[in-house]
């Protein structure tokens, strides 16, 4: 491939990325997350990426849930819908490696921020996986 | 707290049984079946740990013209670690998680036997890096299995029926196994692994004709559990050799830390005849956020020397305290009869985790060389040798950066320059063949709490390719261990996770994780002469066995692990503009999974 040819291929691409991020701009009204800069994220949200880290999903799922010895949910997420994203976290997915977390009370009292968190990263909306507290004004008006 | 309880009359029994053990001697049918080189009897070919065959049919004028003999599938994915082992005319072949064992008739090439125990699969999830199992031992007529859920076996070499079983922990608080038994005389040794679920690392001396627990020895806690002699077991201090004194472990950490302190022992053993001393090392301690844990956290991260007979420790030396990277310190300990520094030495050699070689004197426990084995390791400057004690740089501390600081740029990354994947040594060029890493790392340790059976991990890592060097993410090395010094660097694209191999032929074979099983020349390891791409990335370790007057190489190929599984999908940034791509997210258009042995020969004619 050229070089020109690779600059142009670029600019599309980019061009491509900055249309994708303004369709998945967040409607808070919508979403169970809130974020702006794509990695500042209400108390909620922030509350399930600490569950994401503290039951160490990362191990099997990638530090940015691109899936590794467990499925990406970036891509598991845009079709596992709320009730069975619950389903499985409660009751695992034994012989496929995913342990019951029934248990596990920080990720059952956290799950539906847990949810927020991943189905934002999943929208495309949270586009870093390290997300940081949003501060009071920068708040979207809701 | 229930650990603890479970824990002292484990020991009370260990000491009552040791004492009341008659002196044997040493396991002539597991030395006679070494001594005879046409079989492979143990993992690492003997008890040294040495990985090197006599044979030397197949050598370095002839390798080029190896062939494949036959292959074998063991009809399971994930990562295959270990080695068969060959005994006379049988081959015993293992399994990752569900654990089978295959008996297979080397004339027919008849599956003799096969087992496969019955296993929760609730026990997957608790295994950290993939459901991998190192492999099995033999003495006496009887195979030995460390399952995946705890439970040792023995079973009948003729028949593969069960002869006694034993559970060696709980898998339920996360205590799980990998690693393979070793039979040390009259015992059956085993580890513990799970140190990313706050188990207590322990190493376990069970008997091989009844499966009765004999001796048991933790990693932290208190002196009596631990098997030291706060008098009689020394350690490395000032420049010398000095009792560790009483509660060693104890005053090194917060509180009752210990109790959920890791230090698990889940690599390859060693074996001195002669001194009748067992090696082994204990692993990181639990959790990887060090503001959890302020202290030196003994004896995680530390090499032990114990007697095989009462477990009672001789020595131990901390390699990381206070560990900040998790640096397990579970490698391979060597025993070789060297040159260090010129004056003839039983040296134990080891490659840890933290990128340092270590050579100490077996008998003592004296340090006489750490040198790092490779160049890019920048955490410490260099180990102190009166202190033994690293020279740490604060900029790659994650302790000075606290929770919720990402330090950058780390080396080695937490999978170390050398993982689990074993060195060989060759007596005829005295030097060290050392599959290794070359990837660096960023942590963010974050607090956790702990709850019992859970993961309890508390940090964040993003691995990528060692920075201005050769791109590639692994070096095949040879290593002077008299000296501390590399001799030559044959670079690789990725980590080589695969045991290496030494012959009488004079050549060096080792695996890669794209599925090459490569052989280079002892004498000059950036000469290969042989390659050939198996069905799948290799981790297993390469072995040599001869069969009706011709010498057999194999090595499984099956593509997983830490390195493998967890690196094939994708190590993609997206936190920052480091750009670290490549490396093993290429892997995944090279190889798949797929778990088969692979057995090279000469051709007939």
Redesign the interface.
């Known amino acids: 491939m050229t070089r020109k040819i690779a600059r142009r291929l670029g600019l599309v691409l980019a061009l491509g990325a900055a249309l994708g991020a303004a369709r998945l701009a967040p409607a808070a009204a919508t979403t169970p997350y809130k974020v702006v800069d794509g990695y500042k994220v209400d108390e909620f949200t922030m509350t399930g990426f ?1 569950t994401w ?4 999903c ?3 799922h ?3 849930q ?4 467990g499925p ?1 949910l970036v891509e598991s997420l845009k079709t596992l819908s709320k009730e069975d994203f619950v389903k499985t976290l409660t009751d ?1 997915r ?7 977390w029934s ?4 990720v059952m009292g956290n799950i539906d921020a847990l949810y927020a968190y991943l189905k934002g990263r999943s929208d495309g909306a949270i ?4 997300v940081e507290p949003m501060a009071a004004e920068s708040a979207p008006a809701s | 707290m229930t650990i603890a309880k479970r824990t002292t009359p484990w020991w009370c029994v260990g000491m009552a049984v040791a004492a009341a053990t008659p002196v044997v001697h040493a396991n002539q049918d597991v030395e006679r079946n070494i001594a005879d080189s046409k079989n492979w009897a143990v993992q690492a070919g003997d008890e040294y740990n040495q990985r090197y065959s006599k044979l030397n049919q197949i050598n370095a004028g002839n390798v080029g013209r190896m062939q494949v003999a036959w292959t074998f599938s063991t009809g399971v994915l994930r990562g295959h670690e270990g080695s068969p082992l060959v005994i006379g005319d049988t081959m015993y072949i293992h399994s990752p998680f569900p654990n089978k064992v295959f008996a297979m008739d080397l004339n027919t090439q008849k599956i003799l036997w096969k087992f496969e125990p019955r296993q929760d699969p609730a026990v997957i999830p608790q295994m950290c890096c993939d459901t991998v199992n190192r492999g099995l031992a033999y003495a006496e007529n009887k195979v030995f299995l460390q399952q995946a859920d705890s439970t040792l076996v023995a079973l009948d070499a003729k028949t593969g029926k069960v002869v006694w079983s034993v559970k060696n922990g709980d898998p339920k608080l996360g205590a799980v196994n990998t690693n393979a038994p070793h039979i040390f005389k009259d015992k059956v040794i085993t580890g513990i692994s799970g140190g990313e679920w706050g188990v207590r690392g322990y190493i376990s001396a069970y008997d091989i004709n009844s499966g009765k627990l004999v001796w048991r020895a933790y990693s932290t806690g208190p002196d009596a559990e631990m098997l030291i002699d706060p008098q009689k077991t020394t350690t490395w201090v000032d420049g010398a050799i000095a009792p560790v004194g009483p509660d060693s472990s104890l005053k090194t950490w917060q509180g009752d830390q210990w109790k959920i302190g890791g230090g698990t022992t889940w690599g390859w053993y060693s074996y001195d005849k002669a001194a009748n001393l067992m090696y082994y090392g204990s692993g990181n301690p639990s959790t990887w956020n060090p503001a959890q844990r302020p202290g030196d956290n003994k004896w995680s991260m530390s090499i032990w020397a114990r007697d095989v007979d009462t477990g009672v420790a001789k020595w131990v030396y901390q390699m990381t305290p206070y560990d900040e990277w998790d640096f397990d310190g579970v490698n391979e300990m060597i025993l070789a009869d060297i040159n260090v520094k010129g004056k003839p030495t039983k040296a134990l050699v080891h490659f840890d985790r933290n990128g340092f070689g270590y050579t100490l004197d077996r008998i003592t426990g004296a340090l006489l060389v750490a040198e790092k084995y490779d160049p890019a390791v920048n955490w410490a400057s260099a180990i102190d040798m009166r202190s033994g004690r690293p020279i740490g740089v604060k900029k790659y501390s994650t302790a000075a950066g606290g929770p919720d600081v990402n330090t950058k740029g780390i080396c080695p990354a937490a999978l170390g320059s050398k993982d689990e994947q074993p060195a060989s040594f060759d007596p005829n060029t005295k030097l060290f063949y050392v599959p290794t890493n070359h990837v660096c790392m960023d942590y963010e340790p974050f607090k956790v709490e702990y709850t019992a059976g859970q993961p309890y991990v508390g940090a964040t890592l993003s691995m990528y390719p060692a920075p201005n060097s050769h791109g590639g993410m692994g070096n095949f090395i040879a290593w002077d261990a008299g000296n501390g010094r590399i001799v030559q660097t044959h670079p690789e694209k990725f980590s080589v996770w695969s045991g290496a191999l030494n012959t009488a032929g004079g050549i060096s074979c080792y695996g890669t994780l794209e599925g090459y099983l490569k052989c280079v020349d002892a004498k000059n390891i950036n000469k290969e002469l042989f390659r050939f791409k198996t069905p799948s990335g290799i981790i297993g370790n390469v072995f040599s066995y001869e069969h009706r007057g011709k010498q057999y190489i194999g090595v499984f190929s099956g593509i997983g692990g830490w390195a493998g599984i967890g690196m094939a999908a994708g190590l993609e940034k997206d936190t920052d503009g480091l750009g670290a791509v490549g490396g093993y997210r290429e892997l995944n258009q090279y190889t798949e999974l797929g778990g088969s042995l692979t057995v090279f020969s000469l051709p007939n004619n």
């Open positions: 600490r880290r503290a039951a160490a990362d191990r099997c990638g530090a940015n691109e899936g590794l010895v990406s695992g034994l012989d496929k490696g995913m342990p019951s248990t596990n009370q920080q586009t870093k996986a390290r």
